[in-house]
């Protein structure tokens, strides 16, 4: 067995394990398309169409920086132009229609691909000389976003658990034999077996095969067994291999790359919705009012076929008589009808809760809230239902991150150094253009950083008011640091750094991250072109604080000497006025005892002292 025969039994045997769930789109498709029953009350098509902008919104734009925060001027113009080139590209086709052709798919099906591929154009020129030779040059060249059909889509299903199991993948690609002919040669048709009257309306299944385990693209057709239509070795150098990243998964386990829908889990509701809005509409359709009437009174046959009416009757005694239209007319009961359709309508609401919890949507993320909710009762209400998403818009991100990432490395690999260096800036340096190329051409995407601005991708609030925020964010930093950099320069590289974690942090901020950087290095050449006068600076500040000291301490000294001569003072009038103080009272008592009259007899000898 040769080996086109080996990779016809691969395909095939992989293809019967897939037929089941492509089996399973066409239902899914054809229920969310409401195709079958029209007039139903499409609930899963309602759910998709809420998650839809959760989990992407519109295009989002790629950014490629340094790896590593180095001054490193090659580096730096080398992530501008491949930047520069990812933006240009993104704009020679609709990349946002892919996007969520993925997207739907990922929310319907459970599986989302997307492969990058190159597409160059050529232009015919023929040499003005004896030759008229005809020759085929570069005009432009791209690389293409495309589409992958989950029903084109087949991998290799031989004890692959995991992705990163997966040894080979293969798309079909239907081709017309024209462009089979174009493509691989014109000896192909023979070998395919076309009569030359269907070439322009017969459809060929061909399968582009990537063969990771030999390294290699094989294109090959069940109708020409003998030999592979094309065979590609040693594509373009991809991290991989693959030219598609990992595939949106939905319900994944373990053992196989075929994915479980929701559509699978909701079934049971979705059909028991169906059941209860069909009895619905019978039971509305049973209440109406109808009755029996006495025959003798003909003219209130059609009555109830006006809205105001008054009727002639022939004999209105009669009618008196009867106990008036109650007593000729009877209605059939419709209570019965009206409870059954109230337990209906409760039991729809109860089914259609159940589809919102499994899929994730929530009343508040459909808009709907109580009017006397607070603005932050709302906002967590809104912060949890989208906690539920979360996971599913990662796998978005990181999706379109991979695939960007595939798109950065072909752009490395197969653009002409030409094309690259029109993305270079005029300001630019030839040299260092040159130089950059190389190392986009040798290292492709090593020692770089490629991310997305998802604000944008992703249904995240207002972006005004974001932007908004951002502004306000570094504008309140950058007035703090300025102080605090005037009084104390040394401080400048630690602001420098919380600024540039401020704007890596925040949304809508890398535009500011260059003449930020370019602002901080003119003011680290301010400052570093003033550090020689910075020691006679130091001097004079160091003189005049000596000088300022002496001052001090001489007004001290003045100021304790006073002190001292004013307690001396004191002390020398305090024992002045003491002295004097004891004379006057000395003085006072001697004229005391001098004025004092004698009243009584003495013994100067004895000292007996006779009595009255």
């Given amino acids: 067995m040769n080996e086109v025969k080996k990779w016809i039994r691969k395909i095939e045997t992989a293809e019967k394990k897939y037929g089941p769930y492509w089996d399973l789109i066409k239902e899914i498709r054809t229920y969310y398309k409401n195709e079958k029953s029209r007039n139903k009350q499409n609930v899963f098509w309602a759910s998709i169409e809420t998650l839809k902008p959760f989990l992407y919104f519109k ?31 993104l ?21 989302g691909a997307a492969c990058e591929r190159y ?15 005809c020759l085929e040059i570069l005009d432009d060249e791209k690389i293409e976003t495309v589409y992958i059909n989950p029903e084109d889509f087949i991998a290799d299903d031989q004890k692959v658990c995991v992705w990163e199991d997966c040894s080979w993948v293969a798309r079909k690609v239907f081709m017309t034999i024209e462009e089979i002919e174009a493509q691989f040669g014109k000896n192909i048709s023979a070998l395919l077996g076309i009569k030359e009257e269907n070439k322009g309306s017969e459809s060929i299944k061909v399968y582009e095969i990537w063969d990771k385990t030999n390294k290699r693209i094989l294109y090959l057709a069940k109708e020409c067994s003998a030999q592979f239509l094309k065979e590609i070795k040693e594509p373009a150098k991809i991290s991989g291999f693959f030219s598609m990243p990992k595939p949106l998964f939905a319900s994944l386990t373990n053992d196989g790359l075929i994915p479980v829908p929701d559509y699978i889990q909701l079934k049971p509701l979705l059909e028991e919705l169906s059941g209860v809005t069909t009895r619905m509409k ?23 076929n006006k809205d105001v009416t008054l009727v002639a009757l022939s004999d209105f005694n009669k009618l008196k008589e009867n106990g008036g239209l109650k007593g000729i007319i009877d209605f059939a009961p419709i209570e019965q009808y009206v409870n059954a359709l109230e337990i209906l309508a409760t039991r729809r609401q109860d089914i259609m809760s159940q589809i919102y919890e499994i899929t994730g949507v929530s009343d508040i ?18 912060n949890f239902g989208t906690l539920r998403n979360q996971d599913r818009q990662n796998d978005m991100l990181r999706f379109m991150t991979d695939l960007f990432k595939i798109k950065a490395e072909m752009i490395c690999e197969c653009f002409s150094r030409e094309r690259l260096k029109c993305f270079a800036d005029e300001s630019m340096n030839p040299s260092d253009v040159d130089l950059a190329i190389e190392v986009l051409k040798t290292d492709k995407l090593r020692g770089m950083v490629l991310g997305l ?5 992703f249904m995240n609030g207002d972006s005004s008011a974001q932007i908004q925020g951002t502004i306000n964010a570094i504008h309140q930093l950058i007035v703090e640091a300025f102080d605090v950099v005037s009084a ?64 001090l301490k001489e007004k001290e000294l003045a100021i304790k000497e006073a002190e001292l001569i004013l307690k001396k003072n004191e002390q020398e009038r305090k024992a002045l006025l003491e002295n004097k103080e004891m004379e006057l009272q000395a003085a006072l008592k001697n004229k005391e005892m001098n004025e ?17």
């Fill in 282 to 304: 019978l039971t509305m359709q049973a209440i109406k009012v109808s009755g029996a009437f006495d025959n003798s009174f003909p003219e209130l046959a059609n009555i109830l």
């Fill in 365 to 382: 993320m459909r808009g709907n809230s109580d009017k006397v909710e607070t603005a932050t009762a709302v906002s967590k209400k809104t």
């Fill in 453 to 457: 601005e998802t604000d944008c991708a």
């Fill in 596 to 612: 004092k009259p004698r009243s009584v007899d003495t013994n100067i000898t004895t000292g007996y002292v006779k009595g009255f």
């Fill in 59 to 89: 295009e989002p734009k790629p950014y490629v920086e340094q790896k590593e925060k180095i001054n490193s001027p090659i580096a730096g113009i080398a992530c501008r132009i491949l930047e520069k080139a990812l933006n240009w590209d």
């Fill in 488 to 551: 104390q320069p040394l401080l400048l590289d630690v602001y420098r750094q919380m600024i540039e974690n401020l704007t890596a942090s925040l949304p809508n901020a890398r535009i500011y991250e260059p003449i930020l950087k370019k602002t901080f290095e003119e003011i680290g050449a301010q400052l570093k072109a003033q550090e020689p006068n910075i020691g006679l600076m130091q001097l004079k500040q160091q003189e005049q604080k000596m000088m300022l000291d002496y001052r």
């Fill in 119 to 133: 597409v160059p154009t050529f232009k015919k020129c023929v040499l003005k000389d004896e030759s008229d030779v």
């Fill in 91 to 111: 704009e020679k086709f609709d990349f946002d229609s892919v996007m969520k052709y993925v997207r739907n798919d990922f929310l319907l099906l459970g599986f």
